[in-house]
């Protein structure tokens, strides 16, 4: 199949990306998100990639994840804006879990201005950077570690079940349209069914690009979390389902 130069470039850019952004691809091409958008359309009508909510997506996507130094770099302002949102809810001496994703991490940066913090968590990164802090106490669970700096494993579901907190702040790598919680590693999704089992508020940060991106282990209902804090509306169906369960919706 022979495709116009600009949507093959498009379409290598998502393969390599797991999530391009109308707004970017259309700075890099020099032309109108409505073209963009026209040729996101085109080639989601071929099978070649999957519309989500602001962009498009790898359809190879389903399967992995995205490799963890390109997440870092994707959607990086609005991971930005989502962490300092919900880093101005949480109080001074408050107990945490934080789970295994690039958003989370953000957040960590964010709470470094805190002080008296208490913090569980399965991510190496955040760890790192927490235990900076001279009166942050900072519990790390045991496991597997994998190549992004996540610790999976029934270790840390057991480490993660000791203790009853007053805040999860998690992420996820995507949300069907019935609301499902999905991620791509079955040994992480137990983690942060644990993590959220055992706590008494919880805060999902997801960027807009996680909305309609398929993964293949379902985590629960969107029902399952206090507040979503995110940087676009999500779908009709998805919200309804927010209002149903008084989740509420924290745009930033």
């Not at 890099?28 to 996101?40: E, K, L």
């Not at 994707?74 to 809810?89: G, P, S």
């Amino acid at each position: 199949m022979t495709l116009p130069p600009r949507q093959h470039d498009i379409l290598e850019l998502a393969r390599e990306r797991g999530y391009v952004s109308i707004d970017e691809l259309a700075q890099a091409f020099a032309v109108t998100p409505q073209t963009i958008r026209r040729d996101i359309n085109q080639l989601a009508e071929q099978g070649l990639l999957r519309r989500t909510h602001g962009g498009a997506a790898s359809e190879s996507s389903s399967i992995q994840n995205t490799a963890y130094s390109m997440r870092a770099g994707l959607m990086r302002d609005e991971k930005q804006r989502i962490a300092a949102a919900i880093a101005a809810q949480i109080p001074d001496n408050a107990s945490l879990f934080i789970n295994i994703g690039t958003t989370t991490e953000a957040i960590a940066r964010e709470l470094l201005g805190h002080k008296g913090l208490k913090i569980i968590t399965n991510n190496l990164h955040v760890a790192a950077q927490l235990s900076a802090k001279a009166d942050f106490e900072v519990l790390l669970a045991g496991g597997t570690v994998r190549s992004d700096g996540g610790v999976v494993g029934q270790a840390a579901v057991d480490f993660i079940q000791q203790f009853k907190v007053d805040y999860a702040l998690v992420g996820i790598s995507g949300i069907d349209e019935d609301g499902s919680l999905l991620d791509f590693d079955y040994q992480e999704v137990r983690v942060s069914q644990a993590i959220i089992s055992n706590a008494r508020q919880v805060f999902l940060a997801v960027d807009s690009s996680k909305f309609g991106r398929n993964a293949v282990v379902r985590l629960g209902s969107i029902t399952l979390v206090d507040r979503l804090f995110t940087d676009a509306a999500p779908s009709i169906a998805v919200n309804r389902l927010l209002v149903e369960h008084k989740v509420q919706l924290d745009l930033v």
